[in-house]
């Protein structure tokens, strides 16, 4: 298998919330929700770095495209890294996560491998890290 991940979709309770989070609260760019016209197929993008997007999709259009049975989710099954440049950029970050109403799960700190990092959970309890790792600095 080569590396050809282009999209990271994520199940959401209510999109319309979902949507104001990431668009007005974090401030990811979007066109908005698509494919109201099907019954499954409600859906919006967000434009993440070259060649990389997010979709937001309910969760029972997850369930029903992919033929599992919708179940409780759980904030520890993965996360979704952001990595920043500076220890100022983590905490700018996780700030304006609070704001956009993002629960602080763990708050920024060192951590024991030489970086610095903390985690928030948005309203669908997806959980974020936002990290400054010195080793893989972010190309911007």
Request: charged letters at 25%; aromatic letters at 12%; zero cysteines.
């Amino acid at each position: 298998m080569k590396p050809r991940i282009t999209m990271i979709t994520i199940g959401v309770d209510d999109l319309e919330r979902a949507l104001r989070f990431y668009r007005d609260g974090l401030g990811l760019k979007t066109e908005g929700i698509f494919g109201t016209e099907f019954e499954y197929g409600a859906v919006a993008f967000f434009d993440l770095q070259a060649g990389l997007k997010l979709a937001i999709w309910p969760r029972k259009s997850l369930a029903q495209d992919s033929g599992l049975a919708l179940s409780s989710p759980s904030p520890t099954e993965f996360t979704l890294g952001h990595n920043v440049s500076s220890k100022a950029e983590v905490d700018a970050v996780m700030e304006q996560a609070r704001k956009a109403g993002a629960m602080i799960v763990k708050p920024a700190q060192e951590t024991f491998w030489g970086g610095y990092a903390g985690y928030f959970s948005d309203p669908d309890r997806h959980l974020w890290e936002v990290v400054w790792n010195p080793q893989l600095l972010p190309e911007d």
